[in-house]
């Protein structure tokens, strides 16, 4: 299946692409990764240090995850200490937080900051009022998750977990190029951060199907105008997997 117009395109960061690629593989299928963000540290880790801490003297009711990047951010720094509730936006972010020895209590069906949100309120109810949860986010992340929470009578204090920086249309050239040569029958994404960072350095997303890790990131998609959208069913590597064979088998 890596002959002409074969090849999957991986847009996640190089550290999150190597599993994806053995999973391809493993399916006769050749990929080419090209990642259009990376993650670096906040410009600051006050915010964090600070809210681990007052996790630590039991100033929180709970910690939301929103991706596997804020996890590991957190790891980084500190533990959770005390019983809080943990909450994670969806199932990778669970895992990755199971890798650290700790149980999410809190995984919406629907795998973004609304859903986590909406497990939170269906959960508590007016009991949310007064409770105080620290979210360890991207900065300048999406605000559905604190603004309902805040809507709904919680108080959340967001801090800076790590930075998300797009690639450069000189590092996003090797797609460009293989794109052109029809040489890449489709392309993953995990993230609306990526699809922006392709449609930028590239001036659109091509004409092959786009496979999308989840809902907001299909959105993203279809905002920047691709052509057709392949959703996985779970936003794993697994599920990516084999919605990248399915959409080059409509490629195909």
Not at 87 to 93: L, S, Y
Request: glycine share 14%; charged share 20%; hydrophobic share 50%.
């Amino acid at each position: 299946m890596s002959g002409a117009g074969g090849l999957v395109a991986i847009t996640r960061p190089a550290e999150q692409a190597a599993s994806l690629a053995a999973l391809l593989e493993a399916k006769g299928i050749g990929s080419l990764v090209v990642p259009a963000i990376r993650r670096e540290p906040p410009s600051s880790w006050a915010g964090l240090d600070r809210g681990i801490a007052l996790l630590g003297r039991g100033t929180y009711a709970g910690v939301l995850f929103t991706s596997p990047a804020a996890v590991e951010a957190f790891f980084s720094r500190g533990r959770v200490t005390g019983e809080p509730v943990i909450g994670a936006v969806g199932q990778g972010t669970a895992a990755a937080l199971e890798r650290h020895g700790v149980r999410a209590a809190i995984v919406p069906d629907e795998g973004n900051g609304s859903g986590l949100a909406g497990a939170l309120i269906d959960r508590y109810g007016a009991r949310l009022h007064g409770m105080r949860f620290l979210q360890p986010r991207a900065a300048g992340g999406r605000e559905e998750l604190s603004r309902e929470l805040l809507a709904a009578g919680a108080a959340v204090d967001v801090v800076d977990a790590y930075r998300t920086v797009l690639a450069s249309a000189a590092e996003l050239d090797p797609l460009r190029r293989a794109l052109e040569a029809g040489s890449v029958g489709a392309v993953i994404y995990a993230s609306p951060s990526a699809v922006r960072a392709v449609a930028e350095a590239i001036g659109s997303l091509g004409e092959v199907p786009a496979v999308a890790i989840g809902g907001t990131t299909a959105v993203a998609l279809q905002a920047w105008g691709a052509r057709e959208v392949v959703v996985a069913e779970r936003p794993d590597d697994e599920a990516l997997a084999a919605a990248a064979a399915q959409a080059l088998r409509r490629n195909g």
